[in-house]
């Protein structure tokens, strides 16, 4: 049984660019959500993604956009890349059932740097 | 400044030894989740608690949630260094996966 999955594991981008990293939900997951974390620091929350919707989004500019597809692997894609930006970006992902939430399991993460 | 409020920052302790790992809210949680994070890797996933007063253990880790809801304590007993790590507890705000999370505490474990 494979657990969330996340690529690439590092990348190095320069300001201004844009990135798209990927995500693949544990088997039986049909919800993805997005964390920040900067070094030192909690996770932040981004947006999650559930029916191939955003559902909830956290505190975070336009610049951050997501995408869920109908195998429910996500995408997140951050436009106009600013040296802050740099930062472990989590994807986690959980089963929404009728109860309401469930227990989130997190992918190893991908290592972004802004140069 | 963070929702949730972990104490203390960073932990060393000599190997053997118990401690503990507080978490405060100033509002109350629909759940509260343990997590311990490898430096630079991803959350593994510990404990969840739910009602007021829910107690879980895993192995020689203990977490408790107390009755209001607004703070939950993680004890680990004869500590080992496969111990060390960051450890983050994250609340449901609104019974719907919107998470929020501590800034974490950093445990050391001396051999």
């Known amino acids: 049984d494979a657990g969330v999955t996340q690529s690439p594991t590092h990348l190095i981008k320069t300001r201004g660019q844009q990135v798209t990293l990927r995500c693949s939900p544990k088997?039986?997951?049909?919800?993805v959500s997005w964390y920040q974390q900067a070094l030192g620091q909690g996770p932040q929350f981004i947006f999650q993604?559930?029916?191939?919707?955003?559902?909830q989004r956290g505190n975070f500019p336009d610049r951050f956009s997501g995408h869920q597809f109908p195998n429910y692997s996500s995408e997140l894609n951050v436009n106009a890349l600013l040296l802050g930006d740099s930062a472990l970006y989590l994807c986690?992902?959980?089963?929404?059932?009728?109860?309401?939430?469930?227990?989130?399991?997190f992918g190893p993460g991908t290592r972004l740097t802004v140069l | 400044s963070q929702e949730l409020e972990q104490s203390p920052q960073s932990l060393i302790v000599q190997e053997g030894k118990n401690l503990t790992i507080n978490c405060t809210s100033s509002?109350?949680?629909?759940?509260l989740y343990w997590y311990k994070q490898k430096y630079g890797e991803g959350l593994i996933f510990l404990m969840m608690?739910?009602?007021?007063?829910e107690e879980k253990s895993h192995e020689k880790i203990t977490a408790k949630l107390d009755e209001k809801k607004q703070q939950s304590s993680l004890h680990i007993t004869a500590s080992q260094p496969s111990h060390a790590g960051i450890y983050l507890c994250g609340a449901d705000r609104n019974n719907n996966n919107d998470m929020r999370f501590g800034a974490g505490t950093r445990l050391t474990v001396k051999p």
């Open positions: 993604y559930y029916e191939e919707e955003e559902r």
């Open positions: 088997s039986g997951h049909d919800t």
């Open positions: 986690a992902s959980s089963l929404v059932g009728l109860a309401g939430a469930n227990t989130q399991y």
């Open positions: 608690l739910q009602k007021g007063g």
């Open positions: 509002k109350t949680l629909y759940g």
